[in-house]
């Protein structure tokens, strides 16, 4: 099976535009966001979908090249880094966001909601190296027969 390009742009796109309202909230007064529970909400949802794109641009690969098979959502990330599609540190951040977000979506905890900005202003660039590392994988298998391996 080939990697769909159309399928990861599409998540790309939806990342990209997350991406673009959440930074809009890297220079917001925490005391401001935490009485705003349109704001907590409306980031803790765009979170949500920035990870699951992430995730389920992770699966497709992994799917695609047929590489081991995933228990969970982190471990996904660890397997693009042992085929050496991501770097181990970018890898292991990817995973806490995972774990991240399974802790929002099933509330296994009470978030703490100020950790939620903290997230919005000091993990996002792993996000957009991430979308850049896969950009780039996709233009290389478009310019290049040396990654024929990959289509």
């Not at 599409?10 to 959440?22: M, T």
């Not at 690969?61 to 085929?83: H, Q, W």
């Amino acid at each position: 099976m080939s990697i769909n390009k159309v399928l990861i742009q599409n998540k790309i796109d939806i990342i990209e535009r997350n991406l673009k309202f959440l930074i809009e909230y890297k220079d917001k007064n925490e005391k401001d966001f935490l009485n705003s529970y349109k704001d907590v909400q409306a980031v803790k949802y765009s979170l949500f979908e920035v990870i699951e794109s992430c995730i389920d641009i992770a699966s497709h690969i992994i799917s695609a090249k047929g590489f081991e098979r995933a228990e969970t959502y982190a471990e996904m990330f660890e397997i693009l880094d042992k085929n050496n599609i991501l770097k181990s540190d970018l890898a292991k951040n990817l995973s806490n966001m995972a774990r991240f977000r399974n802790v929002l979506v099933h509330g296994y905890s009470k978030i703490d909601d100020s950790k939620i900005l903290v997230f919005v202003k000091k993990e996002l660039f792993d996000v957009q190296k991430f979308v850049k590392i896969i950009l780039e994988l996709i233009e290389l298998l478009h310019d290049s027969d040396s990654y024929r391996k990959y289509i």
